[in-house]
Each structure stands twice: as C-alpha cells, then as structure tokens.
C-alpha cells in the first residue's frame, strides 16, 4: 500500500513553460485534493475532487487546471508557469470528502521552482 | 483574513517538558484536524475531532466548540517531536475542504 504518491518530487521550469504534476491513490479514495504551501502561510486549497469525474475550484485556482483521470489519478497542470508558482505542492486524498469530516492523506509533495 | 490562528508560531523546549500549541478558529466547523509536518516535508494527519479530548501515546487534543478553540498536547516532549504543527478547520457544511492554520514549529533540544 504506497498510499499517496506524486511525482516529480523536485522540478526547475523556465517561466512559461508548462508541466503536469502527477499524483496517484491505492486507499480506493472518492475526493482528492491539491494544495500548495509557501513559506509564511497556510496551505492553501488549489482544486479539488469529490469523485470520479468532479472537480471544483478551491482557494487559489488561477493558473492552475485539474484532470480526474480516474478515480486513482488526479492531475495538476501548470499551462504557462510563472515565478510566483514556485512553491510545495501536496497533493491529498480521503475516503468521502463529506462535510463531517474525515482524515485526509497527503503525498510526499513536489517542490517546484520556477525562474 | 485569518480564519485559523495559531500560537505560538515559534516553540523551543527542552527534552521531558510539557508542551502546549494552540488554535483559535472564527468560522463555525464541523471537525478540526491536527497535522503534523516532519522536518522533511511529510505531512501527517495526527486527531480529527469534533468535541472533547482524543488522546494517542503522548499526544492530547482538546476543543471547545463554544469557544472556538483547540489545544494540542505533548506530554514528556522528545527531540523526535520537533515538527510543525498545524491546524485545519473543515468549516460547517463544506465537502471535507481545510481551511489551515500557518503551523506552529517546535523545537526540542535534548
């Protein structure tokens, strides 16, 4: 049972340039999540999933688009990336994303740098 | 806006101390959590609770929905507990969204 995983740990892009931040789920998971952390503040919701084949946009989704491939795979997108990106991204899953509540569980996050 | 607050954003103890981090929210919420953030980046999801006390190992949480308030505890503190810790709010109503605090980091020297 890996749990959450995200690759690439570590990516230097060129401003402009685009990528995609992958993450995966083996815990049969409905909503996953992506956040991004800087230094100084809180981490921050980008976009979310539900389930399979929902997302919705979180705190901060500008610059950012979202794949939920299956109900594994959530992906991240960076379409023009821009140096105030620069920053930890984790990704996070949980079994319902209800609003009582429940544990979520994060990847080992990416540390992205963009100049 | 700060919607979780949490003190106090530096802690340095000594090995064996009693150690308290706490967490004011202005937002009505169905849950909170406690994570704990290793030094290596991982991120760890230590209580959720919705009232009362949850205790594991050396760890306590407290919260008082009334007021708006929880409390993390660590009982005979040990270098290993040197983290950041941080707390999250799902506000009432949301689909399991966390609103988190900046964290607290905590220092034990042996």
């Known amino acids: 049972n890996a749990g959450v995983t995200q690759t690439p740990k570590f990516q230097v892009l060129k401003t402009g340039q685009s990528m995609t931040l992958q993450c995966a789920q083996d815990?049969?998971?409905?909503?996953m999540y992506w956040y991004r952390q800087d230094p100084g503040m809180g981490l921050r919701l980008i976009y979310y999933s539900a389930s399979e084949g929902t997302t919705d946009k979180g705190e901060v989704p500008n610059g950012y688009n979202v794949s939920r491939l299956n109900k594994r795979e959530f992906s991240l997108r960076l379409e023009s990336a821009a140096p105030s990106q620069t920053s930890v991204y984790f990704c996070?899953?949980?079994?319902?994303?209800?609003?009582?509540?429940?544990?979520?569980?994060f990847g080992p996050g990416t540390r992205l740098l963009v100049l | 806006k700060n919607e979780v607050e949490q003190s106090p954003q530096n802690l340095t103890a000594q090995e064996g101390e009693f150690i308290t981090i706490n967490c004011s929210y202005s937002v009505g919420i169905s849950a909170l959590h406690w994570l704990q953030q290793h030094p290596g980046g991982g991120i760890v999801s230590l209580f959720m609770?919705?009232?009362g006390k949850k205790k594991h190992g050396r760890l306590i949480a407290t919260i008082n929905i009334q007021e708006k308030h929880s409390s993390l505890h660590i009982t005979a503190s040990h270098p290993r507990d040197s983290a950041v810790y941080i707390c999250?709010?799902?506000?009432?109503?949301?689909?399991?969204?966390?609103?988190f605090g900046k964290g607290t980091k905590l220092s034990v020297k042996p």
């Open positions: 996070a899953s949980s079994p319902q994303g209800t609003s009582w509540g429940e544990t979520q569980y």
């Open positions: 999250a709010v799902i506000p009432g109503g949301s689909q399991g969204n966390l609103i």
């Open positions: 609770l919705s009232s």
């Open positions: 815990m049969n998971h409905n909503s």
